[in-house]
T-cell receptor
């Protein structure tokens, strides 16, 4: 079982719709969760992060975390063609009482927003 | 604020040849990471530095890969000799250590092709 799993897609949504991206993780000790966006041929860029159960909103983006189900999602409202990219889920687990954690990425979900 | 700088952006070599990648992190970021990203996959951590110290190199193939971070700033990743399977994008990232997880900022990457 992979540590972080995402549906590789592609996920295709029409412009203006809500895109829902999902991620599951295997390590119950995971503590912090990140969503990165990666355009083709570019490097990942951080969209948002979440630590606590529930929802966190930032503009058109909402991250949702359910630690009991080991599930984190990203909702993109009013999707635009410029949102077309690969979305990477990443989790951190701290160990040894330090603040250093290894960031483990999923394989990413390809999102296509069509006009 | 300047971002993470990497060079070269592209490198094509024949197998068994050596290759080196260079990274200059964001000013003031004490943590530096090297990742490898294969096509269609998320980045995988190779090594993490805290200042000059390699605090996690468990994923670095030490028979052929080496890395250094002189004076706790710039870093170099070397492969010698390169193999066909080393073809990938090598990403450098930097961050400030934060209590609930680092926000890592990625450089543009070096795309390595081994023939």
């Amino acid at each position: 079982q992979k540590e972080v799993e995402q549906n590789s897609g592609p996920l295709s949504v029409p412009e203006g719709a809500i895109a829902s991206l999902n991620c599951t993780y295997s390590d119950r000790g995971s503590q912090s969760f990140f969503w990165y966006r990666q355009y083709s041929g570019k490097s990942p860029e951080l969209i948002m992060f979440i630590y606590s159960n529930g929802d966190k909103e930032d503009g058109r983006f909402t991250a949702q975390l359910n630690k009991a189900s080991q599930y984190v999602s990203l909702l993109i409202r009013d999707s635009q063609p410029s949102d077309s990219a690969t979305y990477l889920c990443a989790v951190i687990r701290f160990s040894g009482g330090t603040s250093y954690g290894k960031l483990t990425f999923g394989q990413g979900t390809i999102l296509t927003v069509h006009p | 604020e300047a971002g993470v700088v990497q060079s070269p952006r592209y490198k094509i070599i024949e197998k068994k040849q050596p290759v080196a990648f260079w990274c200059n992190p964001i000013s003031g970021h004490n943590t530096l990471y090297w990742y490898r990203q294969n096509l269609g996959q998320g980045p995988e951590l190779l090594i993490r530095y805290e200042n000059e110290e390699a605090v996690d190199d468990s994923q670095l193939p030490k028979d052929r890969f080496s890395a250094e971070r002189l004076k706790g700033v710039d870093s170099t990743l070397k492969i010698q000799p390169a193999e066909l399977g080393d073809s990938a994008v090598y990403l450098c990232a930097s961050s400030l250590v934060r209590p609930l997880g680092d926000e890592q900022f990625f450089g543009p990457g070096t795309r390595l092709t081994v023939l």
